[in-house]
């Protein structure tokens, strides 16, 4: 059971806008700045939204991301094939014993 | 460009202690600007942290492994370490080396991975 909870699927046909949810508490997203990461098939994750909603260099401006109090959102819009993938949130977690906290993924299909 | 390598053992006996060696270039560990960490990924499931190390060697452990885990850190050589005690098959997993600052816990390199098997 991750501490972040993200829907486990979501899909889309190609140019359409999907987003997907991350929910945690205060002590997390409530508190700190939420990451998300795009997993391909068979290779390592890869950062796609840092500090709520900024894009590293490189990453499409189709990729977007916000946060409102315990609770965060990826969108991405003009959806393509290649963006089928795995996505994850994560977050620091302010509790007791501080920890990185990722959400349980989620996997998205391109119809 | 930063470039980060996992190396270790591929397969561990259950009780042992598995062991991996992170090695870094394109970048010194002993900048101070980042963290250095380990995440792993048991097959078809989910990411989970293990924990995080600073180059004077202070460290963050997930509560989960706490107990079970050390990471260390050799600035001589820029590589991180990670020891896991007593594995058991629920420790088979990808396991990942990534740099990130502290309580951003933006992981923006990342190393291949690795996969580590717990086996008799």
């Known amino acids: 059971q991750s501490v972040l909870t993200q829907p486990p699927s979501a899909s889309g046909t190609p140019g359409q806008r999907v987003t997907i949810s991350c929910s945690g508490s205060s002590s997390n997203i409530g508190s700190n700045t939420v990451n998300w990461y795009q997993q391909l098939p068979g290779t390592a994750p890869k950062l796609l939204i840092y500090s709520n909603n900024q894009r590293p260099s490189g990453v499409p401006d189709r990729f977007s991301g916000s946060k409102s109090g315990t609770s965060a959102s990826l969108a991405i819009s003009g959806l393509q094939s290649e963006d089928e993938a795995d996505y994850y949130c994560a977050a620091w977690d302010d509790s007791l014993n501080a920890h990185v906290v990722f959400g349980g993924g989620t996997k998205l299909t391109v119809l | 460009q930063v470039q980060l390598q996992e190396s270790g053992p591929g397969l561990v006996k259950p009780s042992q202690t598995l062991s991996l060696t992170c090695t870094v270039s394109g970048g010194s560990i002993s900048s101070g600007d980042y963290y250095w960490s380990w995440i792993r990924q048991p097959p078809g499931k989910g990411l989970e942290w293990i924990g995080y190390?600073?180059?004077?060697?202070?460290?963050y452990y997930n509560p989960s492994l706490k107990s079970r885990v050390t990471i260390s850190v050799d600035t001589s050589k820029n590589q991180f370490s990670l020891k896991l005690s007593s594995v058991t098959a629920a420790d088979t997993a990808v396991y990942y080396c990534?740099?990130?600052?502290?309580?951003?816990?933006?992981?923006?390199?990342w190393g291949q991975g690795t996969l580590v098997t717990v086996s008799s």
């Open positions: 990534a740099r990130a600052g502290f309580i951003t816990s933006d992981f923006d390199y």
């Open positions: 190390i600073y180059y004077s060697g202070s460290t």
